[in-house]
């Protein structure tokens, strides 16, 4: 896939589509270790002290259980982008998919390059091309039918490099922030530029964020009755991109309560980023960046998937942590 | 407000704006009596069945606990929507305390009708003019805002007949139902067609429910840095109706499981009672009739607000429980 050249909004606004707490209310929970495989520094001191001070009772800082609301992007924040958004993976595995059944694919863009593999070809379909892609494989059929076609292509499907199940690429360092922030009353949510209904068939297994905690982006659905059963049929059509400025959007809208951290990778978060800390009271703003070529992928300013460059110079002047995957880590990923 | 005249879906479109669960694996938790204020009967057995069926582990209903969605509507399933709708109540009271900075108004419909309670002139504004009203009193604020807005006078008004606070006119036999379901490890969502925004600041207070599990209709939002602090600012535009065919897509996009029970009381709520019950496996559908016009109103065909007419019939061949409120229920409200 590499040389296709399409920027991150065309990117998501054609994937357009597509926790379990127990919240506690006294000090924070030390519990040994609670991240073992981040390093000692400054990023994993910025996490001890800013949720030891939300959560000591009486504390200046202490913000109560239900107002502990934490957000995670999920493409590069949660697991790995590269090298192409993993739902942009499955598309293009589903147009394969479904080709026998369009003979007409063969000789119509962008179909066609996706089946010769014809990545300059694709690339130039642009946002247009992309959101055909995805209306021919994430619409026109029941919400119950897309959940298993995705659930079923997560549990099969490998990633190029590593040859593992995409979710064994989460990242292990932010498994245990989760639970770390889970075991001290924070609710977690995934706020994702990606489909909602993409993510959702497996975020509860990997991340312990159950459906209801995933907001993301989606198509349009609707009510029917088929034989005595009540469907939601998914429609060619955009509902909502959850990205940039659409995420504090989509987050006022789902979880109705501004977070008090927020956590992203990339310029999509940019928007949550700032929902999230410029407001009064103790906030905390972190940004996985990716320095690490040997165990994952580097990249930044210049990446079709994942670009960090506004929110990159941003960093500093807003107190937003920068976590650098090669220093802060000691592992990547569980299997490593 | 007697002889207002405009339909459900004029009124919902028009207010177009505006829980902590401790969930548990083990078999029903009967703790005594926990439905203390309802009448033994079909009604109450159903409810103490269904969710005997549920929570026993490997029987064949069992069903897990992070499934156990539960689904109720507002107006009239949770609280009183007689003489009319609450937020409603609120718009009109907006009308007039903001009429100081609007001298056009005084000439202009539908807001001189309000500000001369004329009712008749108001329900011929229609749905077009309900929407003026909303657009007027629900948008050009920010988002935190408008939450003390509507806070401030669910804590102030009054209901014309009780006298009360509107937030004690909620159903006490309906709040420890949620709390049943809740300790046998359901969670409880509000899905209503009411304003997402008008019911958040206090839904938590009132029914244990978090702003995080409230489904409602809404007003288009935008993000917006404003002196360095993060803002949503309300649109004047609608986003989304929460009502009739709306509710299962509201269901679908904010929770991402299809109910196993829902509660509702009009017409507005049928296509949420198909969405939870027309599926397979264990389901269970409810309707809290209006019948008691002593202790609060009677009403179902024809009534302005809460109309309960298509589902009225369809209840018996859906299986759906039929709650009378006269019959089934031993006191309407906490304070009596």
Redesign the interface.
Known sequence: MRGIRVDRRSILAGLLVSA?AT?LTGGALAQGNPLPSWNEGLSKKSILDFVSAVTKEGAPDFVPA?ER?ATFDNDGTLWCEQPMYVQLAFALDRVKALSGKHPEWRRKQPFQAVLDNDLASLAKAGEKGLVELVMATHAGMT?ADFEKIAGDWIASARHPKFDKPYTDLVYQPMLELLAYLRSNGF?T?IVSGGG??FM?PWS?RVYGI?????VGS?I????K?DN???Q?IRLPAI?FVDDG?GK??GI??????RPIAAFGNSDGDF?ML??A????GKRFGLIVHHTDAAREYAYDRKSPFGKLDKALDAADSNGWIMVSMKDDWKRIFGFQ
């Open positions: 379990a919240p239900p609301i919400t609710k949510f909602i209904e959702r509860e159950p459906p209801e905690q995933v989606s349009k659905t609707q009510f009755i005595g059963v009540a939601l509902d400025p504090p959007v006022n809208s789902h979880i109705g309560r928007q700032q929902w800390t410029l407001s009064p």
